[in-house]
């Protein structure tokens, strides 16, 4: 029975091909990012709350740019693996002009309504004068990071590209050159060191704010010093044209990730302002535990985008249904057991990671028990990620926007207002119950996956 889901040796070959440079790419951007948090949260812990708001926040951006990005990327897999290279010129256009239309509104959101929005998460009980100079943290870091939004819009429009077109290192050396400028400039920045000034969490900005230019300088500049490897660069910026068939395509089977992305990333965002009510010390300790937990879930994160990748490319091969229920099997496996392995070493870490930065052991203590909630719900996260991204894959964009953003709204925002506002429930059970919920997501999922419908090739 269990050799249904184990590949041979040619199929993982395939498989970590893809994922491992996308690994090691994440990987190396949670580590450092892992370090960035710790150096901010030496400054503090009120610093750390202001700048973990923020966080919260700049997530929606960083998820719309890649709902996005990703939303035409279903066409860009299946014309590469038609090879169509019109075709990936095409869609590579199309998230240029979208990821440009993105940054500017989300610009004029956040420079108009940013303390307002920041102040949404320092309602908890507490401190009013804490609540205020979390939120003059928050505001300095912000206008800081503003001027990092172009260059990670575009950098993702190229990086996604190449991914989809089988270049997955030229991506991985530009993430990791920028995570390595990041963090040696968050040393030098947050600290003031050789000279520089102490700019605390001004500087965690200005550092990341550099690396983000660094990043798209090396993916940008090898894709167009390399014109015959990436023939879709030739004449994409003569125009702006894209042909009316397609640009419908990529609207009605794409743009519904964008939503998607949107909708969970802000339903994540209200999620943990439901958090927030139950005190100011919530804040810190769920940036300190989300920080492992992004961590402990890049391999199985990672994993959804080679399931996308390698479905994609059969689909538009026109790989028999059998053939591709056969692969995509063995890789929800292999994203399980990932998920089985990190979660129990992220549990066996939340007693002793929390003790890193500089804030009260209550504090440390909550942040530990959030760890361990996390940790168990981490093998089925890892299953719901991978059925998310074989639905995709296959063009089943408004079923995935149904199956994760409409649930988030639907079951988890409402749950966790209820039980905050209403039940006034600690932040552990509350949390707990929150994460629980994903259980119903995994019944769903499987039922997807046996339908079938996703399994189209959209290029013909």
């Given at each position: 029975m269990f050799h249904r889901y184990i590949g041979d040796r040619a199929f993982y070959r395939r498989v970590l091909g893809i994922a491992v440079p996308i690994i090691i790419q994440n990987g190396i951007t949670n580590f450092v990012s892992l370090l960035d948090n710790i150096m901010v949260g030496q400054v503090g812990t009120v610093p750390m709350s202001g700048v973990s708001i923020v966080n919260v926040l700049l997530t929606v951006f960083n998820l719309c740019i890649f709902g996005a990005t990703s939303g035409a990327g279903i066409f860009t897999a299946q014309f590469h693996g038609s090879r169509d290279s019109e075709g990936v010129r095409h869609t590579f256009r199309f998230k240029?002009?979208?990821?440009?239309?993105?940054?500017?509104?989300?610009?004029?959101?956040?420079?108009?309504?940013?303390?307002?929005?920041?102040?949404?998460?320092?309602?908890?009980?507490?401190?009013?004068?804490?609540?205020?100079?979390?939120?003059?943290?928050?505001?300095?870091?912000?206008?800081?990071?503003?001027?990092?939004?172009?260059?990670f819009a575009l950098t993702n429009a190229y990086s996604s590209t190449l991914r989809e077109t089988g270049e997955t290192m030229v991506p991985m050396i530009g993430g990791v050159a920028a995570v390595l400028v990041n963090l040696g400039l968050n040393y030098v920045l947050i600290f003031g060191h050789f000279g520089a000034p102490r700019m605390g969490v001004e500087g965690a900005a200005l550092a990341t704010v550099i690396s983000r230019y660094v990043e798209l300088a090396i993916v940008a500049g090898w894709t167009h010093r390399n014109r015959n490897r990436n023939p879709f660069i030739v004449g994409a910026y003569r125009s702006p044209f894209i042909p009316g068939k397609l640009l419908r395509s990529i609207i009605l089977k794409g743009m519904p990730?964008?939503?998607?992305?949107?909708?969970?990333?802000?339903?994540?965002?209200?999620l943990n302002q439901c958090y927030s009510t139950c005190g100011l010390d919530v804040?810190?300790?769920?940036?300190?535990?989300?920080?492992?937990?992004?961590?402990?879930?890049?391999?199985?994160?990672?994993?959804?985008?080679?399931?996308g990748i390698i479905m994609g490319q059969m689909l538009g091969a026109g790989s028999s249904e059998a053939q591709v229920r056969d692969s995509n099997r063995k890789l929800i496996a292999l994203s399980v057991s990932s998920g089985l392995?990190?979660?129990?070493?992220?549990?066996?870490f939340s007693g002793a990671f929390p003790h890193i930065y500089n804030t009260t052991q209550e504090v440390r203590q909550l942040a530990g028990w959030l760890i361990c909630i996390s940790a168990v719900g981490m093998p089925f996260h890892a299953y719901i990620n991978a059925t998310y991204f074989t639905l995709r894959s296959g063009g089943q964009t408004m079923v995935t926007f149904l199956f994760d953003s409409c649930f988030v709204w639907v079951c988890c925002v409402p749950l966790a207002f209820?039980?905050?506002?209403?039940?006034?429930?600690?932040?552990?059970?509350?949390?707990?119950?929150?994460?629980?919920?994903?259980?119903i997501k995994c019944g769903i999922g499987a039922f997807m996956l046996k339908q079938g419908k996703w399994i189209q090739n959209l290029t013909t």
């Amino acid at each position: 029975m269990f050799h249904r889901y184990i590949g041979d040796r040619a199929f993982y070959r395939r498989v970590l091909g893809i994922a491992v440079p996308i690994i090691i790419q994440n990987g190396i951007t949670n580590f450092v990012s892992l370090l960035d948090n710790i150096m901010v949260g030496q400054v503090g812990t009120v610093p750390m709350s202001g700048v973990s708001i923020v966080n919260v926040l700049l997530t929606v951006f960083n998820l719309c740019i890649f709902g996005a990005t990703s939303g035409a990327g279903i066409f860009t897999a299946q014309f590469h693996g038609s090879r169509d290279s019109e075709g990936v010129r095409h869609t590579f256009r199309f998230k240029i002009l979208i990821c440009l239309l993105l940054t500017a509104a989300s610009l004029g959101i956040f420079l108009l309504g940013g303390d307002a929005l920041i102040g949404l998460y320092l309602t908890g009980q507490g401190d009013a004068s804490t609540a205020a100079d979390a939120l003059g943290y928050g505001m300095s870091y912000l206008l800081v990071m503003l001027w990092g939004f172009l260059p990670f819009a575009l950098t993702n429009a190229y990086s996604s590209t190449l991914r989809e077109t089988g270049e997955t290192m030229v991506p991985m050396i530009g993430g990791v050159a920028a995570v390595l400028v990041n963090l040696g400039l968050n040393y030098v920045l947050i600290f003031g060191h050789f000279g520089a000034p102490r700019m605390g969490v001004e500087g965690a900005a200005l550092a990341t704010v550099i690396s983000r230019y660094v990043e798209l300088a090396i993916v940008a500049g090898w894709t167009h010093r390399n014109r015959n490897r990436n023939p879709f660069i030739v004449g994409a910026y003569r125009s702006p044209f894209i042909p009316g068939k397609l640009l419908r395509s990529i609207i009605l089977k794409g743009m519904p990730l964008l939503v998607n992305e949107f909708l969970w990333s802000s339903g994540m965002a209200i999620l943990n302002q439901c958090y927030s009510t139950c005190g100011l010390d919530v804040v810190p300790a769920t940036n300190i535990s989300s920080t492992l937990v992004n961590l402990a879930s890049v391999v199985f994160l990672s994993m959804g985008n080679a399931v996308g990748i390698i479905m994609g490319q059969m689909l538009g091969a026109g790989s028999s249904e059998a053939q591709v229920r056969d692969s995509n099997r063995k890789l929800i496996a292999l994203s399980v057991s990932s998920g089985l392995i990190f979660g129990a070493l992220m549990a066996s870490f939340s007693g002793a990671f929390p003790h890193i930065y500089n804030t009260t052991q209550e504090v440390r203590q909550l942040a530990g028990w959030l760890i361990c909630i996390s940790a168990v719900g981490m093998p089925f996260h890892a299953y719901i990620n991978a059925t998310y991204f074989t639905l995709r894959s296959g063009g089943q964009t408004m079923v995935t926007f149904l199956f994760d953003s409409c649930f988030v709204w639907v079951c988890c925002v409402p749950l966790a207002f209820c039980l905050s506002r209403f039940a006034h429930l600690p932040i552990l059970p509350l949390y707990a119950i929150c994460q629980a919920a994903d259980l119903i997501k995994c019944g769903i999922g499987a039922f997807m996956l046996k339908q079938g419908k996703w399994i189209q090739n959209l290029t013909t």
